[in-house]
């Protein structure tokens, strides 16, 4: 091997989040470490020259490890792969396979110490992790044809599973993508019925049909991902309205978190009177999972529901 393709088997080697040693690299290639030192200025020199390609990449020497690593603005780090790891494996909403396949991609960016370390963390959870239920074969796959459609404006028909497990096909128009509460969502539209917006578990989706005629972009409502996901509860749907509701339980902070449009507005011997704006009637599911900690004051309507809610439940009982 010459010294260009030793050069690149390091660039390649650093790339990947190795470490590269000089007398480890001479002993492999049978030559000087002066020959090694030599192949690792050229890349240097090359990551030096093409900095706005290499997001300043550059090659830092490691005294404790007596080795080179990849240092860049734009890598990952350790501490936010690590993160990021967590975060996924949380989440549960991708198969095992597809959740071990990205963790190990995540590991590439790691130095080989550290890789052991994020190994030893996630083991266990990988060892027990429990995937939701898919009906896709690819959840990933799925998200990307979806991306695509969306882009390119194109309606689509899908075959799939509603809750009740019936198979049914839908032809609609997408429009955004969302994750909550484990599952990512499809947001699309029914063609000529723009006014509502429809939800659709990706993982439900059995098989997708992109349809060549574009849609009428004019008419695709600009729907706002990021307000929904501010106002709406496990994605059922429901009127939006402005609710009030005393809580009393330990933690207003996980209150406010899990409703972003929260805001206190009086605070009385432990007691806090609450404000949110809420899509969808999953904030029912949520207020009476916090049992009397929850008292809903109005709208009316919605505390009479609340109410009746409470009642069934207590029927279940007697």
Sequence with gaps: MDTYDRALEILFRILRGEEVSVKKLADEHNVSTKSISRDISRVKNFLAENRDLTSNAELAY?????????????????????????????????STKEATRLINKFRRFTTADDRKKL???????????????????SLTETIWRLVSAI??????????????????????????????????????????????PR????????????????????????????????????????PLRTIRFEYSGPSVQAILDRLPTAKVLERNRGAYTIEAE????????????QGAWV????????????RDEIEKMRGLYE
């Design 199 to 238: 939800y659709f578990r990706v993982d439900r989706i059995k098989d997708i049909v992109e349809h060549r005629k574009p849609a009428d972009t004019k008419r695709i409502p600009d729907f706002d991902e990021g307000l929904l996901r501010k106002r709406c509860q496990f994605m059922y749907y429901g």
């Design 119 to 137: 190994d030893e963390i996630v083991r266990k959870e990988i060892y027990h992790y429990t995937e939701v239920n898919h009906d896709c074969d």
């Design 295 to 306: 008292k809903v004051f109005a709208p009316q309507d919605f505390a009479e529901e609340i």
């Design 278 to 289: 809420v899509h969808g009637d999953g904030i029912k599911m949520y207020l009476l999972s």
């Design 151 to 196: 882009h390119e404006k194109r309606e689509i028909t899908l075959r799939y599973y509603k809750m009740d497990r019936l198979m049914t096909e839908k032809r609609i128009q997408p429009a955004s993508l969302i994750f909550m509460e484990y599952y990512f969502y499809l947001i699309a539209y029914y063609p000529e019925r723009y006014s509502e």
């Design 62 to 94: 490691c005294y404790a490890h007596k080795a080179y690593r990849l240092a860049a603005d734009e890598f990952l780090t350790n501490k936010e792969v690590l993160a990021i790891a967590k975060a996924l494996l949380g989440t549960r909403a991708f």
